[in-house]
């Protein structure tokens, strides 16, 4: 599975940004999928999930109630809407691809992982 994140950018705070992720190669149907993030100088951190049907969305409590994770499996694309963003939320996004449907929020359990968009959150 190949994925390509996109829509990050500069934003001031407040404000709104919608990331998505396309997937190409083999169908994210059968995969459960998460955002993560990385600051400068900071390890990567769990940002949102979502299990292959839907069946469980799981979110950072730092993003609770701003961000919103959905996937649309026919169009092949993950999403992260965000809102109320703080210029905490600094950092490149990443999404990423897992074979399982749970533990979502660790990193390790995902084997694919997009590029990377940058979003910047100006105070």
């Known amino acids: 599975v190949q994925l390509q994140a996109s829509g990050g950018g500069l934003v001031q705070a407040g404000g709104s940004l919608r990331l998505s992720c396309v997937a190409s190669?083999?169908?994210?149907?059968?995969?459960?999928m998460g955002w993560f993030r990385q600051a400068p100088g900071k390890e990567r951190e769990f940002v949102a999930s979502?299990?292959?049907?839907?069946?469980?969305?799981s979110y950072a409590d730092s993003v609770k109630g701003r961000f919103t994770i959905s996937r649309d499996n026919a169009k092949n694309t993950l999403y992260l809407q965000m809102n109320s963003l703080k210029p905490d939320d600094t950092a490149v996004f990443y999404c990423?691809?897992?074979?399982?449907?749970?533990?979502?929020?660790?990193?390790?359990?995902?084997?694919?992982w997009g590029q990377g968009t940058q979003v910047t959150v100006s105070s």
């Open positions: 979502v299990t292959w049907s839907y069946t469980r969305i």
């Open positions: 990423a691809a897992a074979r399982q449907n749970y533990g979502l929020d660790v990193a390790a359990h995902y084997s694919y």
């Open positions: 190669g083999r169908t994210i149907s059968s995969y459960g």
